[in-house]
């Protein structure tokens, strides 16, 4: 299939004539029957909201997060080539700043959609960041700031201020404050800190009423909550990781700075056990195959081969899943001599008084019980979609909650939120639903 990128080139007079009508076609700043508004701002969202503007379409691009960039921005390195996330979204970030045709809103969610394909009437709703555009990101109010939480963004293995930056990357780079968290010394603190007057605590929700021709539905997706799995003892012991917390570890901007170590005591881990399919493949979680687990444990693997040289690594799967150009990735990690792998869904996990815990499976290629003890466990959750526990009204999701296109009303689903697929597929996916609806957008002018 021909990117938009590659069409573009072949485009360029008519696009502009496209551009020049698209701008006098405005409603100030209200959208247009020909405008695109994209839900979700992670790597599927970037992606579907700049090839659409890139060809003369007005878009709408909206995040419920305090910043764009979504859960590539929490990654430690893509697979195969293992470079880190950094260059791309920093690239996309730029785009979208260059790109008058794309108008960004954080911690933005859609209220209601009424109307037809072509004629949209969306409402918005802008929580308040307590933090103004005067916002210069010097930091003074988080240095001020005496109240912390858990770090959501490091899935809890540290603490962050109320009045904080989500993290290094961060755009817009502008700081937000956590109301709920603050104190009354707090606030004093961060609005005497912030010397140009950014810091507003009395700031109130917003209400955007917009017109779109066509909706792209870039949603994403969460981490299977493993404590769901009695089994896997998740919660009870601080040796019990998942996938996305070694993720931040392995990152230079995560808890550890980089380190992968056992929380709690910051031990350096001599043995590791992956535990693939936590929650995938089962029809009390997760009936479908989450697509990455398998590559993300053989990546994680090399982050832990690399600090760790002589580690005893143990893999206990289902089925190893690694189709077409990623076998070689797959052959490569296999060929370790201190990696075994057992071919067995894991029973139990039995937590130790070192602070280790012992894994407890049958193997199903000897039909031998394995216990296998082990300094720390990582559980390979799946990849769950973000309207699992419920989608808008009007919107048409299948039993899992991925959401089912509908070219008719223009509405049409990108990335993790059609279904469960790594970062490359992710972005051929949101360049196909920009295709789209730019020829929805099209039609209706």
Wanted: hydrophobic share 40%; with cysteine; net charge negative.
């Amino acid at each position: 299939m021909v990117s938009v990128g590659v069409l573009w080139l072949n485009l360029v007079p008519i696009v502009n004539i496209l551009r020049v009508i698209g701008r006098y076609g405005m409603t100030d700043e209200q959208g247009t029957s020909g405008a695109v508004l994209v839900v979700g701002g992670g790597i599927s969202g970037l992606t579907a909201a700049l090839e659409t503007a890139e060809v003369g379409n007005d878009v709408f691009l909206i995040e419920k997060s305090p910043c764009f960039g979504g859960r590539v921005s929490q990654l430690n390195q893509y697979f195969p080539k293992l470079c880190p996330p950094s260059c791309g979204l920093e690239i996309n970030f730029r785009r979208v700043k260059e790109n008058r045709g794309i108008r960004t809103y954080s911690m933005t969610t859609v209220k209601s959609v009424t109307g037809e394909a072509g004629n949209y009437e969306v409402t918005l709703e802008i929580a308040p960041r307590y933090v103004n555009s005067n916002c210069t990101a010097c930091g003074a109010c988080s240095a001020a700031c005496p109240d912390e939480v858990a770090n959501e963004f490091n899935f809890g293995m540290d603490m962050r201020k109320a009045a904080y930056l989500p993290h290094e990357m961060a755009f817009p780079r502008r700081y937000v404050i956590d109301k709920d968290a603050l104190s009354p010394a707090g606030a004093e603190a961060v609005v005497a800190a912030c010397k140009y007057g950014a810091v507003d605590l009395d700031m109130q929700p917003e209400t955007v009423v917009i017109q779109v021709g066509s909706i792209i539905w870039a949603t994403g997706w969460n981490p299977y909550d493993p404590a769901k799995m009695d089994n896997l003892k998740y919660g009870q012991s601080d040796a019990i990781v998942t996938n996305m917390m070694i993720e931040r570890m392995a990152s230079p901007n995560g808890p550890t700075s980089g380190k992968i170590l056992r929380p709690g005591d910051n031990k350096e881990p001599e043995s590791i056990a992956f535990v693939q399919c936590a929650g995938s493949r089962d029809e009390n979680h997760l009936e479908y195959c989450s697509s990455v687990c398998c590559m993300a444990t053989f990546k994680h693997m090399t982050y832990v081969r690399e600090q760790y040289p002589d580690a005893q690594i143990y893999v206990f799967y289902i089925d190893l899943r690694t189709p077409g150009k990623y076998e070689k990735f797959r052959e490569q990690r296999m060929a370790d001599e201190k990696a075994t792998f057992i071919k067995g869904k894991v029973a139990d996990i039995i937590i130790e008084a070192d602070g280790g815990v012992t894994v407890v499976a049958e193997d199903a290629l000897t039909g031998n019980k394995k216990n296998q003890k082990v300094d720390m466990v990582v559980l390979a959750t799946g990849m769950q979609p973000s309207f699992a526990t419920g989608a808008p009204v009007g919107l048409e999701v299948d039993s899992n909650g991925f959401i089912i296109s509908d070219f008719n009303k223009g509405m049409i689903a990108a990335g993790c939120a059609k279904k469960p697929v790594d970062v490359v597929t992710t972005t051929q996916s949101s360049t196909a639903a920009a295709l789209k609806a730019i020829q929805i957008s099209r039609r209706s002018n």
